[in-house]
């Protein structure tokens, strides 16, 4: 099993930045990618962006050239900070990590807000 704990969220204004963290803990032996994911209620949970073991980035459309992802594989954390904000980022985000043994198994965080005010 794996624990994912984020903080970070809050209320900024439009063109303002946040940045989300995300820390691992539990059976982190075979962590293979983390990353965040966000829901707008009412929504289908979108990818955000996420980061391989092997420092292979993948961003969501919405945020590419905004939002950066890091990570430290030796803490096993996984850092998003947001630039140049927009109201329609406005959602829950969620921290996410994927163990890869005999079978891939996803773990989810228990979600942060982000608010974007106009």
């Known amino acids: 099993q794996v624990q994912l704990v984020e903080s970070g969220g809050g209320l900024v204004q439009a063109g303002g930045s946040l940045r989300l963290s995300c820390a691992a803990s539990?059976?982190?032996?075979?962590?293979?990618?983390m990353g965040w994911y966000r829901q707008i209620p009412g929504k289908e949970r979108e990818l955000v962006a996420t980061?391989?073991?092997?420092?292979?980035?993948d961003y969501g459309d919405s945020v590419k050239g905004r939002f950066t992802i890091s990570r430290d594989t030796i803490k096993d954390t996984v850092s998003l900070q947001m630039n140049s904000l927009k109201p329609e980022d406005t959602a829950i985000y969620y921290c996410?990590?994927?163990?890869?043994?005999?079978?891939?198994?996803?773990?989810w965080g228990q979600g942060t807000q982000v608010t974007v005010s106009s």
């Open positions: 539990g059976d982190t032996s075979r962590l293979y990618s």
């Open positions: 980061v391989s073991v092997t420092e292979s980035a």
């Open positions: 996410t990590a994927e163990v890869r043994r005999q079978v891939r198994t996803t773990y």
